[in-house]
Nanobody, 128 residues
Framework: QLQLVESGGGLVQPGGSLRLSCAAS????????IGWFRQAPGKEQEGVSC?????????VYADSVKGRFTISRDNAKSTVYLQMDSLKPEDTAVYYC????????????????????WGQGTQVTVSS
């Protein structure tokens, strides 16, 4: 059974860092593109970043996190990471990872509608 489990969330002060992990089980992660999404209370879900399958050569970021967040993958560990630096209060949200393959010719996607497999989410709170 295909499963994704996020971890690494928590409470951090503005300017701090967190590294989120998305661990996969029940399938070979190599062949899947991975997206990170977040949802804050009262706001629509936002596609934060995505990484292409296999070597992860292609990465895409939302403008709101560009230069502060870094997505990477370690297929040997069946894990994708989201390194979050210079965190701001507006980064507070539940963060989800999602997996799928085939994005209409693109190598990955920040659209939630293109992912069929989701984790349960991890809370990130940025506050002093």
């Amino acid at each position: 059974q295909l499963q994704l489990v996020e971890s690494g969330g928590g409470l951090v002060q503005p300017g701090g860092s967190l590294r989120l992990s998305c661990a996969a089980s029940g399938f070979t992660l190599d062949n899947y593109g991975i997206g990170w999404f977040r949802q804050a209370p009262g706001k629509e879900q936002e596609g934060v970043s995505c990484i292409s399958s296999n070597d992860g050569r292609t990465t895409v970021y939302a403008d709101s996190v560009k230069g502060r967040f870094t997505i990477s993958r370690d297929n040997a560990k069946s894990t994708v990471y989201l390194q979050m630096d210079s965190l701001k209060p507006e980064d507070t949200a539940v963060y989800y990872c999602a997996a799928d393959y085939g994005f209409g010719g693109r190598l990955c996607s920040r659209s939630r509608y293109e992912y069929g497999y989701w984790g349960q989410g991890t809370q990130v709170t940025v506050s002093s």
